[in-house]
């Protein structure tokens, strides 16, 4: 898959209020990434009670926060260490979009799932996905942050946030918290309307988004802090090519997820299989993992998320039972 390919798509159904949209019409996406792994396996799980679900197989999904290409790769070395740590065999898949994977989950297709802070938020609602973990600072050891921000590119005529006003933007996808969420927030806190205000353009992640911008196929855009350590890692990003409008706090990192109606010793397994992984070793020459390990994260973590949702006025309670 070539990560210099952008494909966009106008935004027939902006802004917060699209969610429960496409949430409403996610059902007929089945999960689909760029391939699954070989199902890992490893010594029989000893722990009292537990079984492994589906079948002897666990479902994890990731969502595309970045080319699925070079997020598979990475992923299926953590299936194959959480197919030994538990005993199970491990299916990894790339979703196609953030959505799908919340409708999977919804579906009782994934007992795992990583999800972006929003998608999460979302998943948490309509498909009861239980935070159980997140990644470590590589330096601190704490759950680790990311930031989003709003940028340009030098020459496209914005030199403030309010300049945006109006010009092509490129959010990720509807669903991402610094994708759509986060710019949506600072576009309103300068006078700008996220739905119209702009001409927005959905590019499905945050590396089209970005490819979207170095490509001046947009004028300014969402551009998270995992995708410049990432584009910075290819060569392909220097902050001075790239002005910063916006940049938001610090922002909770991707939780993994289960599925709330496993069986509580399952849930208690995967959970401390997950927190037991060192994936300091692990191959990933496009910086897409975010931390070396996983740590202990509660569904409150991401409360900060649903005020924003409420400051934004997304209604929730719209979303398909």
């Known amino acids: 898959m070539d ?13 917060p209020r699209a969610l429960s949209v496409l949430l409403a019409v996610a059902a007929s996406v089945t999960v689909a990434g760029c391939g699954t792994t070989t199902p890992s396996t490893g ?20 969502e595309p926060y970045e080319d699925a290409a070079a997020l598979l790769p990475v992923f299926q070395q953590i ?8 005993g199970c065999s491990v299916e990894m898949t790339v979703t196609t979009n953030y959505t799908a994977e919340i ?33 470590t600072d590589r330096k601190t050891g704490a759950v680790a942050t990311y930031t989003a921000s709003v940028v340009t590119w030098n020459g496209s005529g914005i030199s403030k946030l309010a300049d945006v006003a109006g010009h092509s933007f490129a959010y990720s996808d509807p669903a991402s918290t610094s994708g759509h969420l986060f710019p949506a927030y600072a576009l309103s806190k300068a006078g700008i309307d996220p739905d119209t205000g702009v001409q927005a353009l959905y590019a499905g992640s945050h590396t089209a988004s970005f490819e979207a911008i170095r490509n001046h196929k947009v004028e ?11 584009a910075t890692a290819q060569g392909l990003y220097a902050a001075s090519d790239f002005p910063t409008l916006w940049q938001s706090d610090a922002i909770p990192q991707d939780p993994i997820a289960v599925r709330g109606n496993l069986p ?18 692990i191959t990933d020459p496009k910086k897409v993992l975010v931390g070396p390990r996983f740590i202990a994260q509660p569904d409150s973590a991401y409360n900060g998320i649903r005020d924003l949702v409420s400051t934004l006025k997304l209604d929730l309670n719209h979303l398909p039972s």
């Not at 999977?104 to 973990?133: C, D, T, W």
């Not at 300014?220 to 990432?230: R, V």
């Open 79 to 86: 299936a194959q260490q959480l197919g030994k740590a538990l």
């Open 103 to 135: 409708e999977a989950m919804r579906n009782g297709k994934l007992e795992l799932g990583e999800f972006g802070p929003l998608g999460y938020v979302l998943a948490h609602k309509v498909a009861n996905a239980q935070s159980i973990a997140s990644y």
């Open 43 to 62: 010594q029989a799980a000893t722990a009292p009670g537990f079984t492994c679900p589906n079948n002897g197989t666990v479902r994890f999904a990731v």
């Open 220 to 230: 300014a855009g969402e551009l998270n802090s995992p995708t410049i350590t990432s």
């Open 264 to 281: 509580a010793s399952v849930i208690r397994k995967l959970t401390s299989a997950l927190l037991s992984l060192d994936m300091s070793a």
């Open 3 to 15: 990560t210099r390919r952008v494909h966009l798509r106008p935004a027939t159904a902006r802004g």
